[in-house]
């Protein structure tokens, strides 16, 4: 392609533009512009990196919608965790120690009748295993702890469904272990 | 213009046009300076800035037509291109692949300061003042008797800003700069028609906006 009709045709703004090629940085402008690009670079470097969790977060601080955003998740993290830690901690099938002893007994102790009920199911149990170990004080506490309950409250009212539906497998399951 | 004044021009514009045998050695120095820096030879990068920075800062002078916004820019691209060695496989030379990083950082800066032209512009050298094409142009051709190289140099940034980022690019890489259509379109990623398109346009708008000196 041939441009020599067109660059004539731009002669004049050409010189021109010449000028532009006279518009220069003060004197000495360059012979210092190197070394403050390394320093930059080296301050870069010289700086600690960040923390984990800043390169994990990087809007957290410039971003309040990250902020809100990273809040609402671990909140939500929280809660969920909370909720699901009673039924991770009450395994189905387990054999059923003290612990779960004393809520399978507290939770039907809503009525004092249901309560009583329950102690001649436990008793047996203990004694054809033939431990040798006091029958009467877990079982009065366990009582005195049912009657608390029924007076307080009414029934099933504090008693998340997971503890019913624990208590429920554990009495199908229990006598299973003898 | 003399052979000599011209090429005392050029070098003081960040104009250079070496022999093939020049830019062959430039290449092969340049790539070990690379290679060095790579490693975190900080010297060898200084020298690699010491051999660009006029070229790369002259081109961002007369893209922002402000001496302290080129600084910056021109600065940042160079930590930039350090950063970035590891990814400069050598497909295009060192120059090309420097000269991208600075105009793509321009351009988007540019694009972020809008519409708003803040002029900080370098005096001129003493040299202009030996320039006779120059000064007869300002001083015979021109309708405006009384406009001085002072006037005639804001006039001509502010013809400049007016042209999209993109015209202005061009007419600063062929008309100022002085590279040829071939090394524009490596660096702007084009082809050769279409930097003379580009080319051809910006003339006109600059030519438009500039009429009154140039009739």
């Known amino acids: ?178 | 213009m003399s052979g000599a004044a011209q090429k005392e021009t050029s070098k003081a514009a960040g104009v250079d046009k070496p022999t093939e045998q020049e830019r062959a050695e430039e290449r092969a120095r340049t790539a070990k300076l690379v290679d060095r820096a790579r490693k975190g030879d900080l010297a060898a990068y200084d020298e690699l800035i010491r051999t660009f920075q006029e070229r790369i800062y002259a081109t961002l002078y007369n893209m922002t037509s402000n001496h302290e916004d080129a600084h910056d820019l021109t600065q940042e691209a160079f930590i930039k291109a350090y950063r970035s060695l590891d990814s400069f496989k050598g497909q295009s030379s060192f120059y090309t692949w420097i000269y991208r990083i600075a105009v793509n950082r321009t351009i988007n800066f540019l694009k972020k300061r809008n519409r708003r032209v803040n002029l900080s512009l370098n005096d001129m050298d003493a040299n202009v003042e030996n320039n006779p094409e120059l000064v007869s142009l300002v001083s015979d051709k021109t309708p405006r008797r009384d406009a001085n190289l002072t006037e005639l140099q804001e006039k001509l940034n502010e013809a400049m800003q007016r042209l999209s980022e993109s015209h202005r690019l061009v007419v600063t890489l062929h008309d100022i700069q002085g590279m040829s259509h071939e090394e524009i379109g490596k660096i702007v990623n084009c082809n050769t028609g279409t930097v003379r398109s580009r080319l051809f346009y910006a003339r006109q708008q600059l030519q438009a906006h500039l009429s009154d000196y140039l009739k």
Not at chain 1, 32 to 44: K, L, N, T, W, Y
Not at chain 1, 143 to 148: C, D, I, M, R, V
């Open chain 1, 1 to 178: 392609m041939n441009d020599e009709p067109k660059d004539q045709e731009f002669e004049k703004l050409r010189q021109l533009l010449e000028l532009k090629r006279h518009e220069v940085p003060p004197p000495g402008y360059f012979e210092d512009f190197s070394a403050g690009v390394i320093a930059r670079i080296e301050a870069e470097d010289a700086r600690p990196a960040p923390s984990w969790w800043r390169r994990l977060l990087p809007g957290i601080d410039t971003s309040p919608v990250m902020l809100g955003a990273y809040g609402v998740i671990v909140g939500s993290l929280v809660i969920a965790g909370v909720q699901l830690l009673p039924s991770g901690t009450a395994p189905q099938g387990s054999e059923g120690g003290p612990q779960l002893s004393a809520t399978e007994t507290a939770q039907p102790a809503a009525t004092p009748e249901a309560a009583t009920d329950l102690i001649p199911e436990t008793r047996p149990v203990v004694a054809d295993l033939g431990v040798d170990q006091p029958e009467t004080a877990p079982l009065k506490t366990l009582g005195n702890e049912a009657e608390h309950v029924a007076r307080s409250a009414p029934t099933g009212m504090f008693d998340p469904p997971s503890i019913h539906n624990t208590s429920r497998v554990e009495r199908v399951s229990f006598p299973a272990n003898q």
